[in-house]
């Protein structure tokens, strides 16, 4: 498993997942990609992403997550899983 | 020596790899169990299980967490950790025992996703100690 990825590729990443939640943002709160925190393992990508309220649910926008990941799959040809950050 | 988070790790592997393979009542189980682990072991560094037991039984879990968490976390993430490994532990009934119920790949995809989170609370890192 490669934990760390050139600033290059880490970037690419970022802006994908970035690009493709974007349709798929929640009204009142947004979903943020934590660019600190992208793991590689084989041709899966670890992506986590916060709510910037902290009284949401994980489970309350995990369908957005699961359709972001099916549009990052089907139009960027690229296996990003989005997990949530629990709240702190 | 296996530590409980190598065995977090090769489990959330397992399922990505299950997944892959398009065995996702596999990948589902695999994916409580890499959870289970970590949970076990946080659980148990505060109260041990007593007759020699690794791990709580699998119903007790939200209880014991309840019980022996709440005082090192906030009420929000302790409710939302314990409905992620009770989703997950769902899940894996559904996956290994439920033949007329569906677990495709959204629900796979869903159960690693809960796993992954769940893990990276609980302190299992990508990385495997050398």
Not at chain 2, 42 to 52: S, Y
């Amino acid at each position: 498993m490669r934990a760390v990825l050139d600033e290059q590729e880490r970037a690419r990443v970022v802006d994908l997942a970035r690009k493709h939640l974007a349709p798929h943002q929640p009204e009142g709160y947004r979903l943020e990609v934590l660019a600190e925190e992208i793991h590689q393992d084989d041709d899966w990508y670890y992506v986590v992403v916060k709510p910037s309220r902290s009284d949401v649910r994980s489970y309350d926008y995990s369908q957005r997550l699961a359709e972001a990941e099916l549009d990052l799959q089907e139009k960027e040809n690229v296996k990003i899983l989005l997990v949530p950050a629990l709240p702190s | 020596m296996t530590d409980w988070d190598d065995i977090a790790r090769d489990n959330l592997k397992a399922a990505q790899i299950l997944a892959d393979q398009r065995q996702f009542r596999s990948s589902a189980s695999r994916a409580y169990y890499a959870a289970f682990p970590a949970v076990s072991f946080v659980l148990k560094r505060r109260a041990p299980f007593g007759k020699g037991r690794e791990t709580p039984a699998h119903h007790m879990v939200t209880t014991l967490m309840q019980e022996h968490l709440a005082p090192s976390l906030t009420a929000a993430k302790l409710r939302d950790m314990k409905a992620t490994i009770r989703r997950l532990y769902n899940e894996r009934i559904n996956a290994d025992y439920k033949a007329g119920m569906t677990v495709d790949r959204l629900a796979a995809l869903q159960s690693q996703r809960d796993a992954h989170s769940l893990c990276r609370e609980l302190g299992v890192s990508h990385a495997r100690r050398s």
